[in-house]
């Protein structure tokens, strides 16, 4: 069975603090590795990554993957009370089919 | 550009009875797939529609059956319903089975 990996399960953070949300998959029909944001339903699309090594950044998130080590990491610095929401890490295979992690929950306190 | 569109946003319904869930894509989109997430967990993969044509299917049994219009709008149907079907059911649409773009979902319960 096709799996995605993620964890922390949950993590409780204050403001401020930086966040490093881990990801492990299998390389059957790997075509790309991304992650979402799932506040209340829909999830929201942050990053797609493809190659290893190279680092994408959007304001205060980054992400980067390795493909020989078949993970990928997700940070987040100067946590905000926003940021709080269920982080998805996503296998996209050959045939556009993704392939969810479980999520990491994570709660930023005031 | 409007967004996907998901109908209804909540739903109520008994063991045995038949359901159809419905999406509308993102202008421009001609793929739609659909994703069923119970409590504390990640989507799952049901099926996806390209150009009206099923274009792969996740582990899920025949009553769970799909379509696709001209349109591109899509609908899921789930037959004889289980306790267990009660999820989040997210459809996204894509241009081409590019980037998924999610709907807010159809929250479903069974009782």
């Known amino acids: 069975e096709d799996k995605v990996v993620q964890s922390p399960l949950s993590l409780v953070v204050h403001e401020g603090d930086t966040v490093t949300l881990n990801c492990s998959y299998e390389?059957?029909?790997?075509?790309?590795l991304l992650w979402y944001k799932q506040e209340k339903k829909a999830p929201t699309f942050l990053f797609m990554l493809?190659?290893?090594?190279i680092e994408k950044k959007s304001g205060r998130l980054s992400s980067i993957l390795d493909k020989k080590e078949l993970f990928s990491i997700l940070n987040i610095t100067a946590t905000q009370t926003g940021d709080s929401a269920v982080y998805l890490c996503?296998?996209?295979?050959?045939?556009?089919?993704?392939?969810f992690g479980t999520g990491t929950r994570l709660l930023v306190s005031p | 550009e409007t967004g996907v569109t998901q109908s209804p946003t909540h739903l109520i319904k008994t063991r045995g009875q038949q359901v159809t869930l419905r999406c509308s894509s993102q202008?421009?989109?001609?793929?739609v797939s659909w994703y069923q997430q119970a409590l504390g967990q990640g989507p799952q993969f049901i099926f996806q529609?390209?150009?009206?044509?099923?274009?792969g299917r996740g582990n899920f049994p025949p009553r769970f059956s799909g379509l696709q219009f001209p349109n591109y709008s899509s609908e899921l149907n789930v037959n004889a319903l289980e306790l267990d079907d009660s999820a989040l059911y997210l459809c996204?649409?894509?241009?081409?089975?590019?980037?998924?773009?999610f709907g807010p979902g159809t929250r479903l319960t069974v009782t």
């Open positions: 996204a649409s894509s241009l081409d089975r590019g980037e998924q773009y």
């Open positions: 390389v059957t029909n790997f075509r790309s």
């Open positions: 493809t190659s290893s090594g």
């Open positions: 996503v296998k996209s295979t050959g045939f556009q089919k993704l392939v």
């Open positions: 202008s421009g989109h001609n793929t």
């Open positions: 529609y390209y150009r009206e044509e099923e274009n």
